[in-house]
């Protein structure tokens, strides 16, 4: 019984203040009638803290005047006009790993290139250089991206283009694709 009585008194304090919260400031309802409102049964106007000449105003969006959106100019992403210069510790790096590849420990080779080419991300040299070690691994797939990646890294060194389109027409042969190998070639002969 006790149990009962203090749920029902919850229930009860609950629907008093459910009905409190139906009332506007003052005990009004904050109902409207659905034809309009008489001029007793308006909502009060809220107070008035300055004067509206004190206000801000404040400009939507939609007010302010479009300014013209000007574009950056943009410039193709995959080629850049010139090839980073290496640094001293990439070359380092890049001879020792020549020096590993002539030793025949291709795997030690690719881990100095790697570092290599952490140093130097945007050196075509470091990435022809990983396309070699990767083919003397029998991995040409990995070769012909290494090589793609360098050739849009040369920029306008044609020598270094030359190398690098000579590298993928070897590669694509190797991997019986003529056709792709004869149109790197033809490349590498047009620079």
Sequence with gaps: MKMNTFRYAGLLAL?????????GPGGGSIYVPAGGASSDDEAPEPPRTTEESDEPRVERKSEQPEEPVV???????????????LSPA????????????????????????????RIAPRSAAVYFKLSEAYVALDQ??????????????????????????????DIRRARGNVAGADQAEERAASL
């Design 15 to 23: 629907a008093l203040t459910l009905a409190g919260c139906a009332s």
């Design 71 to 85: 574009e950056p100019e943009r410039s193709s992403p995959s080629y850049q006009e010139e090839g980073d210069v």
């Design 90 to 117: 990439a070359k380092s790096l890049i001879q020792r790993a020549d020096s590993l590849m002539a030793e025949g420990d291709t795997e030690a080779a690719v881990a100095q290139l790697e570092r290599a080419q």
């Design 140 to 169: 040409l797939g990995s070769a012909e991206q290494f090589t793609l990646k360098g050739l849009s890294l040369a920029g306008s060194d044609a020598a270094l283009q030359r190398s690098g389109w000579l590298l993928l027409a």
